[in-house]
């Protein structure tokens, strides 16, 4: 079975800075995707950044970017350039692709991360 | 394209009445999924359904819970004689056929409150 830990538990970072999530996971698995979704006061689950394991370039989109270390079985997440709209839960999550047909997503506890004006 | 749509996005249920909550998928996406989410936890995987079908009901409690997914209308999530430790946040998610890469689509969530 796989698990994935997310460390810590709540993080704050000042407007416009720069701060890094961490993500590991534990898995026997040579395919699978990992994800950070973002879930901020109303609920609803966002997808912040997609990453296939079998790709050896990290994954960037706009001012998110992953630091995916593969041997050690670690995905971080950097957010730049802060923005108050980035409070949220930010949750890592894991997919197998081993092709067995359940597509379930194994998630973290998550980390709270706070923006501060 | 309206996305996932779950309803309602509140409901209240006294302790030992049904609870049902809705999915209807995103057009197009022919799976569903069903995740709880307890209070200061993340999500946690309950079952994987296709139309008529149940691919995955690992997650699922042996019982008072079921879900379906008819030919026609919305995935249903069925809780039977709901207790306190039933109160969470339920996500419904959908996607296409598997093989394409798990571009999940999540709805907002129906918070159940058992009373």
């Known amino acids: 079975a796989q698990t994935v830990t997310q460390s810590q538990p709540e993080m704050s970072v000042q407007e416009a800075e720069t701060v890094t999530l961490s993500c590991t996971y534990d898995?026997?698995?040579?395919?699978?995707?990992l994800f950070w979704y973002k879930q901020p006061p109303s609920r609803q689950m966002i997808l912040v950044i997609r990453?296939?394991?079998?790709?050896?370039q990290n994954a960037t989109e706009n001012r998110f970017s992953v630091n995916f270390q593969k041997a050690a079985k670690s995905f971080s997440l950097k957010i730049s350039d802060s923005q108050l709209g980035d409070t949220a839960m930010y949750f890592c999550?894991?997919?197998?692709?081993?092709?067995?047909?359940?597509?379930?997503?194994?998630f973290g506890k998550g980390t709270k991360l706070s923006v501060i004006p | 394209n309206a996305g996932v749509m779950q309803n309602p996005r509140h409901l209240v249920r006294r302790r030992g009445q049904e609870a049902r909550l809705r999915c209807s998928p995103m057009?197009?996406?022919?799976?569903v999924y069903w995740y709880r989410q307890l209070p200061e936890e993340g999500l946690k995987f309950m079952v994987y359904?296709?139309?008529?079908?149940?691919?995955?009901e690992s997650g699922m409690p042996k019982e008072r819970f079921s879900a379906e997914f008819p030919k026609e209308g919305p995935s249903i999530l069925r809780i039977q004689q709901v207790v306190r430790g039933d109160s969470a946040a339920y996500f419904c998610?959908?996607?296409?056929?598997?093989?394409?890469?798990?571009?999940?689509?999540f709805g907002q969530g129906t918070r159940l409150t058992v009373v």
């Open positions: 057009k197009g996406h022919s799976h």
């Open positions: 990453q296939e394991a079998y790709k050896q």
């Open positions: 898995t026997s698995e040579n395919n699978y995707y």
């Open positions: 999550a894991f997919m197998s692709d081993s092709g067995a047909g359940s597509y379930q997503l194994t």
């Open positions: 359904l296709q139309k008529e079908n149940i691919i995955d």
């Open positions: 998610a959908s996607s296409p056929p598997p093989g394409t890469g798990g571009f999940f689509v």
